[in-house]
């Protein structure tokens, strides 16, 4: 059975920084691999979707790699700014599965 | 587009009372899926609908009934609701194995 994990839980950073959540995966059979934000009392937002085959993406300051090998995915955010707050959770779509989510990290960027 | 609406947003159940949770997509998606976020739980898939005319138990299918009414609308049934119930329960569609989209939540509380 997958399982993923991130870490950290939460991480708080002054603004201007650049920063990386990690995500794990326990199977490397997977489709793709899926970053999401959401806000608090909110839906989900798609960030980033990393097909099997690619090694990263990007979007913006957003950067996430996929290295499935080791079953590990890390969402890097260039020069975070407040309105970055939010949880960020990731998502594995393994073969013969449908999407298995992480955890979250919660992210705060102080002003 | 409005992409993935859900209905109601808000409601609040005494035990026993039955509910459906409204689901309706514009996307023309395959895939319909219901999840419910609980804290320290992260999303759960209840269950889901790989394509029109079908359904699936997902990990947490107990106590739900699930109907996809046609291809636009997938609808999740609560017939006695428990207090375990209370949940924040998401809607999500996707066109096949790719980038799922969520709707925005609805909040049951079960008294």
């Known amino acids: 059975k997958q399982e993923v994990t991130q870490i950290p839980a939460a991480l708080s950073v002054p603004e201007g920084e650049n920063l990386v959540l990690n995500c794990s995966f326990t199977d490397s059979a997977i489709y793709n691999l899926q970053w999401f934000r959401q806000d608090p009392g909110k839906g989900l937002t798609s960030l980033l979707l990393?097909?099997?085959?690619?090694r990263e993406q990007t979007s913006g300051r957003l950067n996430a790699s996929l290295d499935k090998s080791s079953g590990r995915s890390t969402l890097y955010i260039a020069a975070s700014q407040p309105g970055d707050s939010a949880t960020y959770l990731c998502?594995?779509?393994?073969?013969?599965?449908?999407?298995?989510f992480g955890p979250g990290t919660r992210l705060s960027v102080l002003p | 587009n409005a992409g993935v609406t859900q209905t109601p947003k808000f409601q609040v159940l005494k035990t026993g009372q039955s509910m459906t949770l409204q689901c309706a997509q514009d996307?023309?998606?395959?895939?319909m899926y219901w999840y419910r976020q609980d804290p320290g739980m992260g999303l759960r898939l209840i269950y889901y609908s790989a394509s029109e005319g079908t359904t699936d138990k997902g990990e947490v299918p107990n106590g739900y009934n699930v109907s996809r009414l046609n291809k636009r609308e997938f609808s999740l049934r609560l017939e006695s609701a428990a207090p375990s119930q209370t949940s924040v329960y998401f809607c999500?569609?996707?066109?096949?194995?790719?980038?799922?989209?969520f709707g925005a939540g609805s909040r049951l509380t079960v008294l």
């Open positions: 996307m023309n998606h395959n895939s």
């Open positions: 990393i097909q099997s085959s690619q």
């Open positions: 999500a569609s996707s066109p096949g194995a790719n980038v799922l989209t």
């Open positions: 998502a594995v779509w393994g073969y013969g599965q449908n999407f298995v």
